[in-house]
């Protein structure tokens, strides 16, 4: 049977380390990952063996989040930073299932998403849907690139789901948020995963150690006040912060908490 993953590695794709993006995809039970990435996620399994769950209830509370946002909410305009490989439900599928006519701008810096973005692209004919390679380090950049797509005079849900752990200063993490948020106007909202060392996960640290010493991009922890931080001058929508796990799970209340905090704040 064939290994799982492209056959041969698109241009200025690493496969001597393991990426992020790949890895999660791992974990989520996708195909598109190297045998470094498959070793570098066994051995972080290995540590810290609810790294599976944490990846499924992240995309379980993309899910929840959009399909609230896109409906009850009335949010028409999504920028997803850091989208990570195409996996199922993906967020112009949840959005535009919900409101056709919605519209999303993906943006991710790894060139192994850019090789895959075809499938982000598939949107409805009253939607759209683009993709931009963008660091979420150059804020500016994305706001002026989404603007081919969004009406930022309109309100926007920003997506920084299990990114801000890649930016390392918590300052810089801060700064990237409020850029992008004080250049939409009310009524836009900022949806945040971010890994914590607060809500259990024993072996999280240690795999974290062992993530920074062999594989890309580095990554960090944070706790609950420096999350909430990030959540600073927003309305946090209710259940506040909490496991993402636990975000407005409804019939699955009693779902156990993952090591990530899940919020979304919206701009008053
Ligand atoms: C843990 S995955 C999360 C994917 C998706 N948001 C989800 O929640 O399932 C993090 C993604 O962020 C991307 N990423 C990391 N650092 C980044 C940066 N500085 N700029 C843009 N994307 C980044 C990685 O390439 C990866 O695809």
């Known amino acids: 049977m064939p290994e799982p993953g492209p ?21 989520l039970g996708g195909e598109d990952h190297y045998p470094v990435d498959r070793a570098v996620g066994d051995r972080v399994t290995g540590m810290y063996p609810s790294i599976g769950e944490v990846a499924r209830a ?14 009850d909410a009335g949010t028409g305009q999504f920028l997803d930073i850091g989208t990570g490989l195409p996996s199922a439900d993906n967020t112009h599928e949840v959005a535009q299932h919900t409101a056709p006519d919605a519209r999303v701008v993906y943006v991710d ?8 973005a075809r499938s982000l692209l598939s949107s409805s004919p009253e939607g759209a849907t683009e993709y931009i390679e963008a660091d979420a380090r150059d804020p ?42 004080d250049a939409l106007p009310s009524g836009s909202h ?34 609950r006040t420096e999350f909430a931080s990030f959540l600073d001058g927003l309305t946090l929508l209710e259940p506040g912060i909490v496991s993402c796990s636990r975000w407005r799970a409804g019939a699955t209340a009693r779902t156990p908490e993952v090591a990530q905090f899940g919020a979304v704040g919206r701009k008053p």
């Open 7 to 27: 056959r041969t590695a698109p241009a200025r794709v690493r496969v001597d380390i393991a990426h992020n993006a790949r890895v999660w995809n791992y974990w």
């Open 58 to 71: 992240d995309r379980a509370f993309l899910g929840r989040v959009v399909r609230h946002l896109a409906g």
């Open 109 to 116: 810096n790894d060139p192994i998403v850019l090789a895959h």
């Open 140 to 181: 500016q950049r994305i706001l002026r690139a989404a603007e081919g797509t969004l009406d930022l005079r309109r309100p926007v849900a920003v997506m920084m789901l299990g990114i801000l752990n890649f930016v390392l200063d918590t300052d810089e993490a801060r700064t990237i948020v409020r850029t992008l948020m």
């Open 190 to 223: 900022l949806v945040l995963t971010h890994p914590t060392l607060e809500l259990g996960g024993e072996g999280n640290e240690a795999a974290m150690r062992f993530w920074n010493e062999n594989a890309t991009p580095p990554i960090t922890a944070r706790t």
